[in-house]
């Protein structure tokens, strides 16, 4: 009796391991899956295939959804088409599953910037500018500085803005909003020369030689606001911008 009770006990123990076995197995073989749509869809990302990306990332959710990079990128591929809302839950998705995820969170900032939600870009941006693992610092620092200038909180702007060009001097996002925050402080000297210094870095950045124009205008060198307006043309001919520079240029003359 007691040998029959071993290998009853042996039994339950060997289906156990191999039904262990089986589930470990297909689990890896669900990740295999959707690492494979995965990256498929990143592929497309890339190419700004948006509605097929987002094809192959549902595809591998069904997979399997744990997988934070997989959230990250719908995500992206949400606020790509728009879905302001959808994106935002999938980079909180991503957050939860791997709380340390910083792009995730610098991602869930930008969302937030786009709804004008500024406190809880905020948040966001401040918690990774504490991170001295994140490799693209200067990221969250302009995007604090995006943040507080659009709060007209001009004195932290500047401040984030300028931490920012210590770490990547030529980041021209960042230039560019300095120099909007020197406008919005008066201190139209020196936006001209941060906006001079983001065109050198920047010479076919249509927005920034508009910019740059307005602020011409501001210290009434008006020679040199012309020439930038037309350089704006020169550059985005078809655009709306070209067409505010001809009417900006029509009030100089």
């Known amino acids: 009796m007691k040998m029959k009770i071993n290998w009853f006990i042996c039994a339950i123990s060997m289906f156990s391991v ?99 939600n500024w406190d809880d870009a905020i948040a966001c941006f401040e918690e990774i500018t504490g991170d001295l693992l994140y490799a693209t610092p200067h990221y969250p620092l ?3 500085g995006l943040a507080y200038y659009n709060k007209k909180e001009y004195v932290l702007a500047e401040k984030y803005y300028q931490e920012t060009l210590k770490i990547e001097p030529k980041f021209t996002i960042a230039l560019r909003g300095l120099g909007k925050t020197y406008i919005a402080m008066g201190k139209i000297p020196e936006a001209i020369a941060t906006f001079e210094k983001a065109t050198i870095n920047s010479p076919r950045f249509a927005k920034l030689y508009f910019d740059l124009a307005d602020a011409y205008r501001l210290s009434r060198k008006y020679n040199k606001a012309l ?17 505010d520079a001809q009417k900006e240029m029509e009030k100089i003359k």
């Open 227 to 243: 020439n930038a307006y037309k350089k704006v043309i020169e550059l985005a001919p078809d655009s709306a911008l070209a067409i």
């Open 18 to 116: 191999l039904f262990l076995v089986s589930c470990v197995a297909n689990l890896e073989a669900m990740k295999s899956r959707e690492e494979a749509s995965r990256n498929l869809g990143e592929a497309y990302l890339g190419q700004g295939d948006y509605t097929a990306a987002l094809r192959e990332f549902l595809k591998a959710e069904k997979f399997y959804s744990k997988d934070p990079y997989l959230q990250n990128d719908l995500g992206l591929v949400y606020m790509a088409k728009g879905k302001i809302n959808l994106a935002i839950n999938h980079f909180k998705m991503a957050v939860e599953i791997k709380p340390n995820y910083a792009p995730a969170k610098n991602n869930l900032g930008t969302a937030y910037l786009t709804q004008k």
């Open 142 to 144: 302009s995007n604090l």
